[in-house]
T-cell receptor, first 112, second 113 residues
Framework: DQQVKQNSPSLSVQEGRISILNCDYTNSMFDYFLWYKKYPAEGPTFLISISSIKDKNEDGRFTVFLNKSAKHLSLHIVPSQPGDSAVYFCAALSGNTGKLIFGQGTTLQVKP | DAGVTQSPTHLIKTRGQQVTLRCSPKSGHDTVSWYQQALGQGPQFIFQYYEEEERQRGNFPDRFSGHQFPNYSSELNVNALLLGDSALYLC????????????FGPGTRLTVL
């Protein structure tokens, strides 16, 4: 049973435009959510996170939105840059376990 | 400040052999978690170590075992290797028993022939 789902395997956007990556979850016990970016042959790099008590968190070009009633979160990248091309993973934590549950990933391609 | 380091980078083993992977966490971090990432999938949680004890375990068989040392570094051991154990093994370090941001190392690519 996949508790965290990223239903879009890939996304292609033009440089300078907005990239929106989506993530759905099923477990209402999740209380912290993270986005990671991964290049080939490297480990995931932490991007941005959000606690379940918030609905939005911004860090520079990256904004994460959380809709708890819909069990949905999204990552917005504005403006997108070619260097943003990578695989993006959504992950969730429940506070009493400390184990990250990952989605399958979305490959983002930003075209110059 | 050195980030999370892992060794070796790559490893090739044959079925039935045993392997040990190593991880050093970020300075100041006391919790180490191990993940397995198969091709095309997200990382899967194996287990987590805190205060030299296994605190949480994912859905992995007993062939997977680990250890944490007093300096917070950790080892992952896999016995009786199967072809399906071929994957990228990732170590993540954190504070607070893993609640919050976890920072990953570059991984060890294990190939089982």
């Amino acid at each position: 049973d996949q508790q965290v789902k990223q239903n879009s395997p890939s996304l292609s956007v033009q440089e300078g435009r907005i990239s929106i990556l989506n993530c759905d979850y099923t477990n209402s016990m999740f209380d912290y959510f993270l986005w990671y970016k991964k290049y080939p042959a490297e480990g995931p790099t932490f991007l941005i996170s959000i606690s379940s008590i918030k609905d939005k968190n911004e860090d520079g070009r990256f904004t994460v939105f959380l809709n708890k009633s819909a069990k949905h979160l999204s990552l917005h990248i504005v403006p997108s840059q070619p260097g943003d091309s990578a695989v993006y993973f959504c992950a969730a934590l429940s506070g009493n376990t400390g184990k990250l549950i990952f989605g399958q990933g979305t490959t983002l391609q930003v075209k110059p | 400040d050195a980030g999370v380091t892992q060794s070796p980078t790559h490893l090739i083993k044959t079925r039935g052999q045993q392997v040990t992977l190593r991880c050093s966490p970020k300075s100041g971090h006391d919790t180490v978690s191990w993940y397995q990432q198969a091709l095309g999938q997200g990382p899967q949680f194996i287990f987590q170590y805190y205060e030299e004890e296994e605190r949480q375990r994912g859905n992995f068989p007993d062939r997977f075992s680990g250890h944490q040392f007093p300096n917070y570094s950790s080892e992952l051991n896999v016995n009786a290797l199967l072809l399906g154990d071929s994957a990228l093994y990732l170590c993540a370090s954190s504070l607070l028993k893993g609640w919050g941001e976890q920072f990953f190392g570059p991984g060890t690519r294990l190939t089982v022939l």
